[in-house]
């Protein structure tokens, strides 16, 4: 299973893998609000004045 491309719901693809056997898993791109889910904002670390800035990551 050696550079596989798996289209499913992480959440039911993920435990069919062996163990061990993942280097990366990308999930839902795009980022960045670059999508709306439709879903209420998440509050990272439960800190609204949370002012963490992603892109320097």
């Known amino acids: 299973m050696i550079n596989t491309i ?3 719901h992480a959440l039911t693809e993920l435990p069919k893998l062996p163990a061990e056997s993942v280097s990366c898993v990308t999930t839902s791109p795009p980022y960045w609000s670059l ?3 439709g ?3 998440v509050i990272w670390d439960g800190d609204k004045d949370c ?6 990551y």
């Open 39 to 41: 879903v209420e904002p």
């Open 51 to 56: 002012k963490h800035n992603f892109n320097n």
């Open 6 to 8: 798996i289209l499913g």
């Open 35 to 37: 999508r709306d889910y």
